[in-house]
């Protein structure tokens, strides 16, 4: 049994996003995600096998889906499932304070 708080422990410099499993077990995998003014690379599209679960804790974001023009605005509290296969990038993050993540894929 290890006590984690999800607010700490964060690294001072982030050149790229910063994830970190949090479990991992039975197909089902929980992440601590931080972003600091990082987005998804253009043209680059996440399609996974798993369906995922993400809040946001802290901080800000938006998440573009293919074929969609409206970009989903997440603030502190707000969660979106994305199923499997959903083609999804991550247009924008706060870039004036840190956005933690929370990330279950299942």
């Known amino acids: 049994m290890e006590l984690k708080n999800l607010f700490r422990g964060i690294p001072s410099e982030l050149k790229e996003e910063w994830v970190e499993a949090l479990v991992a077990d039975g197909g089902v995998r929980i992440e601590r995600i931080v972003s600091r003014g990082h987005a998804s690379p253009e043209g680059f599209w996440y399609d996974q096998e798993q369906s995922e679960w993400v809040m946001v804790l802290a901080g800000s ?16 509290g707000d969660c979106l499932e994305i199923p499997a296969h959903t083609r999804h990038r991550v247009a924008w993050t706060d870039a004036s304070r840190e956005t933690i993540w929370l990330a279950v894929f299942y």
């Open 61 to 76: 974001a938006g998440v573009a889906f293919e074929g969609r023009e409206e970009v989903v605005s997440l603030s502190p």
